[in-house]
């Protein structure tokens, strides 16, 4: 994977633009340099130069710039050739460096280079990835928040603590021969115990951090005909989904990725929750339950004209018939009332039921559920919906959140279970060493993710993913 090849690509998108950047990185550039765009760059500084071919004659003129390593993005050297953004001059000057002994860059190959040689561990260089394909102000400003390190130093606080941990319990097992008492093990249990609540923040940090990167999933359930596919359509501004008097007419997951005031979320769709003959129906409402169960937040849309109650004091016997179709979407019975904390009633239909637009709240036994009274067909109490998801979504994915992707939440959760089992160890007075041992695979679970522990499975599958010529 490391070999000593200069490396160069075009940096910038492909197309007609005002400026387009050629980007070369290598252990020794100033050869190349001097031959493409004459000697004397002084590093780090901008030169009005000729860019020329092997006949010396002038492809482009513009800036170059030299970033000697290890002070440079790769910590090798870095020449960067602004020339005019045409697509046929940048190709000439990326032929001229090819001829110059550089090869084409892998995508990410650069960012891959700057990791290897230290400048940025694996969190910051996916942030880089996250932060080119952010396509929200959220998503951008948690990637900038990786990028910066706050993640990284976080990850490194907790793995010092572990550390510790792990010197106390070696000189405990050290001196385990003598009468010395080395270890205190309440307060060792206490610290143990704060070390795993400190990774418990970070976990719900990552996990916020996913949401913005790839969307809450909302899903639409429930019974055929209430209005799921209409309120999909209001929420996502145009007819996505298909809308009709007959019911069972969505048979399938329709999905739709829309932003929120810059949130990005997946709206799906499903078919309405009922028992039916036909097959395609049948597998549209496996697909339905499933889908539910998955989501981020539920819409319960239910059809207001078909219950009596008072939106603001529905019967017990009224939330459970409401209920029932989503009983079996959660994957075991244990998991409903997990499904149901992320449940929102829509009270769909109120032009015909003659409610008010607004939002109030109902109980089933101790989970309290919002209840919102729109009408999808006149447009009415969208907005107070579209709030309630935004608030939500804040929520879910707040402020504090790091750009972050499913192995770092895997890897917290698998640092998570070793220090409960070095915890368990402990209180059940099991050899030192095994506690030991827990809290030395926490700490390798905690470097995965910066790239202290890696492979060069997990390297291609990150850098593979990046664009060209970053
Ligand atoms: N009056 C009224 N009709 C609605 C409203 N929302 C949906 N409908 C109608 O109810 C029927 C079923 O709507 P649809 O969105 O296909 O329901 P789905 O089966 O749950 O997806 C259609 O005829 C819609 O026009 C509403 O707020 N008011
Ligand atoms: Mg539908």
Redo the contacts with the bound molecule.
Sequence with gaps: MNDHHAICAIATAPGRSGIGILRISGKSLGDLAARLVGTGLKPRHAHCRDFLDAEGAVIDRGIALLFPGPNSFTGEDVLELHAHGSRVVLEMLRDRALALGARLARPGEFSERAFLNGKIDLVQAEAIADLIDADSRQAARSAMRSLSGDFSRKLRAMAASLTEFRVLLESAIDFSDSDIEVLDAESFQQRLAEALADLEQTRSLCRQGTLLNQGIVVA?A????????????CLAGHDA?????I????RDIVSRRVLLDGLPVQLV?TA?LRDSDDEIEQEGVRRARKAIDNADLVLL?C?STLVADDPANVSAATIRSLLQPLRDCASDPGHFDSLLRRVTVIW?????SGLSPGMNRVFSGPVELPLLR?????N?GIDLLSRHLQSQIAYEGGEDAFAARARHVEAVDEAIAQCRKAQENMASKAALEWTAEDLRLAQAALGKITGEVTSDELLGEIFGKFCIGK
């Excluded at 769909?348 to 015909?352: G, P, R, S, T, W």
Aim: glycine share 10%; hydrophobic share 40%; aromatic share 0%.
């Design positions: 639409l429930g019974l055929p005909n209430a209005g799921k596919s209409s309120v999909m359509n989904a298909i809308v009709t008097a019911p069972g007419t969505t769709d309405g849309i059809d769909n239909k109120i032009d015909l729109i009408s999808a067909r006149e009415v």
